[in-house]
């Protein structure tokens, strides 16, 4: 297994790179595919190409490419990614899709990116990556268990939501496809937030509806009441009359 090369740009430059000196046309090919890539949409893909794996991350304005043998495996470079988004976000925060400086962060950042690299491309790496697979593992578990406690409250669900619980049903065949499964695990806060709304959406309207009914009997006693006195003072009237007559 072996990673050739890597890099970290947002939509104005390269911000930081790192090579093991491989073939030039490799970097320049890592480079044209980066030109290419909407970072406005998140998105986790990659692509065989003259004997090497291309591939890509896109996060928050922010894109990961790296160059791999066949024999790293498309999904070790989709974990290998997400552990250098994760380590340049803690690093450079929000300042990583600000800036317009060529290789504004490649001082700082290149080492990490030479280490990490040797790290997956060495035996350990299949260790970090196990770890990492196993870390997926247990976001699998979680979203399945957050699927079905969602489900189970009885709430009017919009066709939005309804969307994304029909899609988050399908995380295994997600999970095996190994390339977008951080996709899925980036929205599993977005589901429980959403869970919460739910419950609280519908014990509002529970309320509401409860409200309304009670009103209603209210009126509803009102006029029949109104109706009883009046047919009272109709009937007493009439009484009167033929009392004086």
Known sequence: MAIFYCVVANQHCPLAEHSNGGDKSM??????LLKKLNLAEDAVEAMDFDGKTYSYRVDNEVAYVCVTNAAFGKSSAALFLKHINQLFDNQFGIRGKATKLKLDMNRDFAPTLKKQMETFSSDKGAEKLQA????????????????STTLSVEVCISKTAL????????????????????LLVDRTDQLNSQSA????????LHRHLWWENVKMNIAIGALILLFLLLIFLFIRGKVSGSSDN
């Open 27 to 32: 970097n320049e090919f890592a480079q044209k």
């Open 132 to 147: 990492l697979k196993k870390d997926l593992d247990n976001v699998k578990f979680n979203v399945q268990d957050n699927i």
């Open 163 to 182: 969307t994304e619980l029909f899609s988050m049903r399908w995380t295994d065949k997600v999970l095996e496809r190994g390339d977008k499964i951080e």
């Open 197 to 204: 709304a739910f419950a609280k959406s519908s014990s509002n």
